[in-house]
């Protein structure tokens, strides 16, 4: 049997068949868009149930726990801003990722990158804490995350003291060479932005007597901010830049 040439399908067929895709349309474009709500973020599981999940291989799911969590806010084709997220649970999962995978450094990038740069100061400040502690577990690793707070805490909050609090530990706790010699540098020179001349002297002629600053460029600029200090100190005024 020959199919009917459509040239002999009955007007009122095709007409009604265009209707009814228009219509199907029409419904389809008035429907709500799917959306994902920033308290939808679960709790994470806890660690003893993701180690048994992990199966032996515990980095390979810390890291697809992180892609995971980097995901959420563009699940169901909607976007949830990080400032909206809730943030006890953002470092729940962070907390657990890194117990997952001491060594991985994208869960502290992160925070760092993009959770701490969220315009609320209040979860701002929830995220630099997290990195301090977290830090404090392993300083020879975790350094730059906590040179980066330190950077945000003064640029983006404003806050010298909390500033100050985590070059000072970056200062104590990290020994790594692979560190460099500006790491070691930053307290000094928030104190000085503090106006605490005297302790970023102290601060500073110490590095240079320590021999830690094997560079000898960066010698020469920890000996003229020396100077800049010391003339600041004799005159009250900004020494001269040289």
Avoid at 29 to 57: E, F, H, N, T, Y
């Amino acid at each position: 049997m020959r199919e009917r040439p459509l040239a002999q399908v009955p007007p009122w067929i095709t007409g009604g068949f265009v209707l009814a895709l228009a219509l199907q349309l029409l419904v389809a474009g008035l429907q709500p868009k799917p959306s994902v709500r920033a308290q939808d973020l679960p709790a994470p599981p806890g660690i003893a149930a993701l180690r048994l999940a992990a199966l032996g291989d515990p980095i390979a799911l810390a890291k697809g726990l992180m892609l995971y969590l980097q995901a959420f806010d563009y699940q169901a084709g909607s976007r949830v801003p990080y400032r909206d997220l809730d943030y006890d649970r953002l470092e729940a999962w962070l907390g657990r990722i890194l117990e997952l995978d001491p060594g991985g450094q994208y869960p502290l990038m992160s925070a760092a990158r993009f959770y701490a740069e969220v315009p609320d100061p209040a979860k701002q400040r929830r995220v630099l804490e997290l990195i301090h502690r977290e830090y404090l577990k392993d300083p020879n690793r975790r350094w730059p995350w906590l040179a980066h707070a330190a950077v945000v805490a003064k640029h983006q909050l404003k806050d010298l003291p909390l500033a100050r609090q985590y070059a000072a530990a970056l200062q104590r706790n990290t020994t790594t060479p692979d560190a460099p010699v500006w790491v070691r540098q930053m307290e000094p020179f928030i104190l000085a932005d503090m106006n605490e001349l005297e302790a970023a002297k102290v601060l500073i002629g110490g590095l240079i007597a320590s021999g830690q600053v094997k560079d000898e460029r960066d010698a020469l600029l920890l000996k003229q901010r020396l100077e800049q200090l010391e003339e600041r100190l004799r005159t009250g005024k900004p020494a001269a830049k040289p």
